[in-house]
């Protein structure tokens, strides 16, 4: 799969300095398409939100070609190369990334406000605890522990940012209108954090029929805006591809 705009792809061919980036994510069920794995989507949004050309690979763990296992012995998807050297770290990746791939050319993805990035850093190890839980007796206080993570998310996303604070208004702006976690534009926070929050709210749903209240406004304005995004949903696994995933992961109650 080659991403990318057309003028990014007559640049190239006419020898310009674009690099060359090569993104090898994990396969789903069938061998080929987009599998589960919020750090593959994550790489694929970072990638997608640059405005670089870049391919994209499936790899099928069942499967796995000679050519990779030899490219990256031992390691699974995510990882990338870049002018021909092989990333394996996906923190370090979305550094190098940054780095790399700067302005003026390409867009500054860091979140201007540091808060943005520990934002719903919580609500993926609480529903990991929910749905591998097997005991009745507790299914209940684990669920309230990860409400109480998406609610302490959704109160973050419905607080004004300073940015849409205007200190000559007369009016006093109360609740958030903003759609991602750091502003208008969609940054490396959201791209760690939106697959995530969109494996809670499939697999929740799936094997524990638990839904995200529609009290949680904000939650919701930031998912369905989203959903919205090409950078996200054409980088997103099929909801099918997700419960397959945990089938295996998400315990029946005893």
């Not at 995510?78 to 190098?96: L, Q, Y």
């Not at 950078?231 to 109650?253: G, L």
Request: aromatic residues 10%; proline residues 6%; glycine residues 4%.
């Amino acid at each position: 799969m080659l991403v990318g705009s057309m003028t990014d792809t007559c640049s190239r061919q006419k020898g310009s300095l674009f690099p060359d980036i090569e993104l090898f994510v994990k396969a789903g069920s069938d061998g080929e398409s987009i599998g589960n794995c919020p750090f593959s989507q994550r790489l694929f949004m970072i990638l997608w939100l640059k405005g670089v050309i870049f391919n994209v690979t499936t790899v099928d763990l069942k499967r796995k070609p000679a050519d990779l296992q030899n490219l990256a012995p031992g390691t699974n998807p995510p990882f990338m190369t870049f002018d021909g050297e092989v990333k394996t770290d996906v923190n370090k990746i979305e550094e190098f990334l940054e780095e790399k791939l700067a302005s003026p050319r390409y867009r500054r993805l860091a979140p201007k406000y540091p808060e943005s990035s520990s934002a719903g850093n919580d609500v993926f190890a609480k529903f990991s605890a929910y749905i591998k839980n097997t005991r009745k007796d507790t299914i209940e206080s684990l669920e309230k522990s990860l409400l109480k993570a998406l609610t302490k998310l959704d109160d973050y996303l419905n607080s004004p940012l300073p940015d849409e604070i205007d200190a000559y208004s007369t009016d006093d702006i109360t609740v958030s209108t903003r759609p991602f976690l750091d502003g208008n534009e969609l940054t490396l926070a959201d791209c760690n954090l939106l697959p995530k929050i969109h494996i809670v709210k499939v697999i929740a749903k799936t094997y524990r029929n638990f839904e995200f209240p529609d009290e949680l406004s904000g939650l919701w304005r930031y998912l369905n805006n989203a959903y919205a995004r090409d950078e996200f949903i054409s980088t997103c696994p099929a909801d099918r591809e997700i419960v397959v995933a945990y089938s295996d992961v998400a315990k029946r109650m005893k």
